[in-house]
């Protein structure tokens, strides 16, 4: 067992154990009325933020996010998937409010099911609720050597404006595609279409951390730098892009492809013409591919490898700085926190003791006694 | 027949009947060994670019692109579309060298025809060629009613570097998704994954303009202005996302979205592997969404128009400049070239009277006799 590094002492880090950590998750949704198979597919999906390092998207959320969707009866835990219209290789599935963090595994399961038949398959969905970080579910198709391709609106949420108008009309329109690369970790895109995602916002606010020049701008578009100008309403979250010169109408149109895939086609709440305008009736696109039903599996996954080790093996800029490819670092951060405890802050490890304390369940034990 | 306003008349620019343009490039074609329905395929899809504005992928590059394939036969006129294999949602295809013009579309028709039994269907397709606008080939499936989206790696190309590598590997790899909107023009979200295609560069290159900052940067990562650098090698192509603090791995995973579904999935030429480090052997990712299938089509379309409608009904910042939606302006410029003619830069008009010359074909007639 080893003890949490000074630095991380100061910082007031505890590292828990992933596998103790996704069973007191488990337990926790299993309180909240999700049968106990689904919870534990919920709570991997939930801890895989904190596991692979995009803290803004995993157990912070539980409190501010999902249990409130069970508190306000706006997620329901038992809620089973019902296909609506089925083509074989195409589906359309209304997820009756069933929690995302399960329905997109779901959803992807059924997915590559099909594609394993028909060489592609989409499951479209309606109705569905926060999913977490889509790479989470992309990964799982990687992992079973297929490619997989997630995306997810925000339902009725407006928080961005279209480039030139004075009011949000859209979400941040997550996607995410993953691909399997032979020995070395999945290659795993997994984006908001806006320069970050609200949750890394909310982080450095939480952190009282200054953001980056780039991330917010005011009504008159001079560039912000307190992460609370958001919340407050006082700054706008910036498309992928940044100015309309260097290609934010480009993260504008990838997240009306967002909205279009994933809202329109099931038939979910679409942003710009909700009128309840929070994340409710969130639609899905999930697409799976089989390679091996096109070609050879074996030369796929061959090709890959020699693709990123392509990559892993450019001539770097700075050498102490290697190239590397996006799924790779949070592989790497998903090795070490495996080996080594998963690492929370103390503000978030006392989040999940008080949730503990009121399901009256056993919190874990950080490992190496650091508190 | 309208004439050229004073303003382009001082800019040297001529308008052409859109059909004449069309049947002058079909000749063209023909006569450089495509057959004649292939050739009027392949016409509309080049002049597409300078019917819609974007100049950088029309006409431009024929004497530039696709005539000099011809020359030293890396495309070849008559090759057949095979069929490698067919899972009946999803096919395997090598194009045999087969103009990207043609074959692209010839690729979309194929995966509609499928996606009307299948819901969803997937053509991959390699050994391809240069396609020109992906927009114009995804726009035709929305036409039919379908959600298109088109995918095409650059083969071996290698121009753009991976954040922190000294040395370029990928291609600028565009892809393209477009959406029927009910009455209105089609959503399209036509992009490279760099900030701007090379061909912008070279534009501005060739009218003498200097660049916005944020297209090209120098070794140290300072901007570069002067469009000639960019061919003197002395200027690197950024990614989507500008900086690494404001979303350039995003520009980079877009990339490899593009490289894995369009050139690794059918076994193409891969960037970062290719010792050839052309643009030979280019993979299409084709995929097509028959929304009917899985809903009534009508309320698709209905809703599409409402989502839409939104955008265009945006309160604006300033009401002078609407807001509007990708495929939006290119389908005004498209009414407004259909209405009074295209307009062509006098020095593109002058390399077409040298094709037609050397073809003993007769050029288009401007109209409204600038010339």
């Known amino acids: 067992m080893t003890t949490a590094t000074t630095a991380e002492r100061a910082q007031g880090t505890v590292r828990l154990d992933y596998e103790r950590l996704v069973d007191f998750t488990t337990e926790v949704f299993t309180r909240r009325g999700l049968p106990p198979q689904r919870a ?51 589906l359309l599935v209304d997820s009756h409010r069933a929690l995302g963090l399960w329905s997109a595994h779901a959803a992807m399961d059924l997915a590559l099911e099909r594609a394993a038949t028909h060489g592609v398959a989409l499951v479209s969905l309606y109705n569905g609720t926060h999913f977490g970080c889509a790479g989470h579910f992309t990964a799982h198709a990687a992992e079973q050597g297929a490619i997989g391709f997630l995306a997810g609106n925000c339902g009725g949420q407006r928080i961005i404006r279209p480039p030139g108008a004075a009011e949000p009309l859209l979400g941040t329109n997550p996607f995410s595609i993953a691909v399997p690369v032979g020995a070395h970790p999945a290659y795993v895109l997994d984006m908001s279409t806006t ?42 979250l910036q498309w992928l892009g940044g100015r309309p010169q260097t290609g934010s109408f480009k993260g504008y149109a990838l997240s009306l492809m967002v909205e279009t895939l994933a809202a329109l086609l099931p038939g979910a709440e679409l942003g710009p013409v909700s009128t309840a305008g929070r994340d409710d009736n969130i639609g899905f696109f999930t697409l799976a591919i089989a ?79 650091t508190r």
């Open 195 to 236: 320069v970050v995602p609200t949750g890394r916002i909310r982080a450095a606010a939480r952190a009282g951390r200054e953001i980056p020049e780039g991330w917010l701008a005011d009504d008159a578009g001079r560039p912000v730098t307190d992460p609370h100008a958001f919340d407050r309403g006082e700054a706008h």
């Open 291 to 369: 390679p091996g039903r096109l070609r050879a599996q074996a030369d796929f996954l061959k090709e890959s490898e020699e693709l990123f080790d392509a990559l892993l093996n450019a001539r770097a800029v700075d050498p102490a700085q290697p190239v590397r490819y996006p799924g790779w670092p949070e592989a790497q951060h998903a090795d070490e926190a495996r080996a080594h405890g998963v690492p929370l802050t103390a503000d978030l490890f006392a989040e999940l003791e008080e949730v503990a304390r009121d399901l009256s369940l056993t919190a874990p034990t950080p490992l190496g006694g």
């Open 40 to 90: 534990a597919i919920a709570a991997r999906a939930l801890v895989h933020g904190d596991l692979t390092g995009v803290t803004s998207h995993g157990l912070a959320n539980l409190t501010r996010l999902y249990l409130p969707l069970f508190d306000d009866e706006r997620a329901d835990p038992r809620a089973e998937l019902e296909i609506v219209s089925d083509r074989g290789a195409a």
